[in-house]
C-alpha cells in the first residue's frame, strides 16, 4: 500500500482545512486508517482513525469536536477536516494504515505516507 499525502498548508488561529490521504496498491478494504501528527520535538501522536472495518471511529481528546474523520471508498481515499485550529494543532501529519489494524499507536502501523506540514498561526 502507497499512501499519498496532501491538502497541508498555513492557516490562522480559527480556519479551516481538510487533509487527503490517497491509497494506491490496493484497495483499503480491511484496512484500519488513521491520521497522525508528530510536532517538532515531540512524539508522533494519534489523531483520528476508522477500524479496520470502517464502521468505527476514533479521535484524540485534542481533537474531539473539531476535527472530523472521513472515507470515499470509491476513491480509495481518506479525509481529515479540520475547523478551529489552534497553534498547538502545527504538526507535520501523517495518514497511515494496517491490514485488520487494531491500535491507535505508531508502532501498531506498518503503512505510512509522507506526511504534509500544517501551520498554524496565531
Known amino acids: 500500500v502507497q499512501l499519498q499525502v496532501s491538502g497541508g498548508g498555513t492557516v490562522r488561529a480559527g480556519d479551516s482545512l481538510r487533509l487527503s490521504c490517497t491509497a494506491s496498491?490496493?484497495?483499503?478494504?480491511?484496512?484500519?486508517m488513521s491520521w497522525f501528527r508528530q510536532a517538532p520535538g515531540q512524539e508522533r501522536e494519534f489523531v483520528a482513525g476508522?477500524?479496520?472495518?470502517?464502521?468505527?471511529?476514533y479521535y484524540a481528546d485534542s481533537v474531539k469536536g473539531r476535527f472530523t474523520i472521513s472515507r470515499d471508498n470509491a476513491k480509495n481515499t481518506m479525509y481529515l477536516q479540520m475547523s478551529a485550529l489552534t497553534p498547538e494543532d502545527t504538526a507535520v501529519y501523517y495518514c497511515?494504515?494496517?491490514?485488520?489494524?487494531?491500535?491507535?499507536?505508531?508502532?501498531?502501523?506498518?503503512?505510512w505516507g509522507q506526511g504534509t506540514q500544517v501551520t498554524v498561526s496565531s
Open positions: 497511515a494504515a494496517e491490514k485488520y489494524g487494531t491500535s491507535t499507536e505508531v508502532r501498531g502501523y506498518d503503512y
Open positions: 496498491g490496493r484497495t483499503l478494504n480491511r484496512y484500519a
Open positions: 476508522f477500524s479496520w472495518t470502517g464502521g468505527s471511529t
